[in-house]
Nanobody
Framework: QVQLVESGGGLVQAGGSLRLSCAAS????????AGWFRQAPGKERECVAA????????YYSGSVKGRFTISRDNAKNTMSLQMNSLKPEDTANYYC?????????????????WGQGTQVTVSS
């Protein structure tokens, strides 16, 4: 089981930037695909970005493509999400997750480990 801890959330004005970090413990993280999900009140959890175990393949949802960048450092067991040009609709609780597989995936059921989440609030 991989333990995941997110950090970096907060309050930012529209147009601003935030960088989320995810620290993982457990030797399997570096061989697992991973991703960032978000969930706003009353809405389903959605995958905003995913990355393969090597970092060579990435996926972005249409709503964040061109604004968010996912990256990972397997030597440090960390993953990041750089969020630029933030919009009020990006407001949500953001979770990092480690997949049960090596290839990038966006299906929540493919992820076996989840962090507790970090709140991102974008004011207009």
């Amino acid at each position: 089981q991989v333990q995941l801890v997110e950090s970096g959330g907060g309050l930012v004005q529209a147009g601003g930037s935030l960088r989320l970090s995810c620290a993982a413990s457990g030797r399997t993280f570096s061989s697992s695909a991973a991703g960032w999900f978000r969930q706003a009140p009353g809405k389903e959890r959605e995958c905003v970005a995913a990355i393969s175990w090597t970092g060579g393949t990435t996926y972005y949802s249409g709503s964040v493509k061109g604004r968010f960048t996912i990256s990972r450092d397997n030597a440090k067991n960390t993953m990041s999400l750089q969020m630029n040009s933030l919009k009020p609709e990006d407001t949500a609780n953001y979770y990092c997750a480690a997949s049960k597989y090596a290839s990038a995936t966006t299906w929540p059921s493919d992820f076996g480990s989840w962090g507790q989440g970090t709140q991102v609030t974008v004011s207009s």
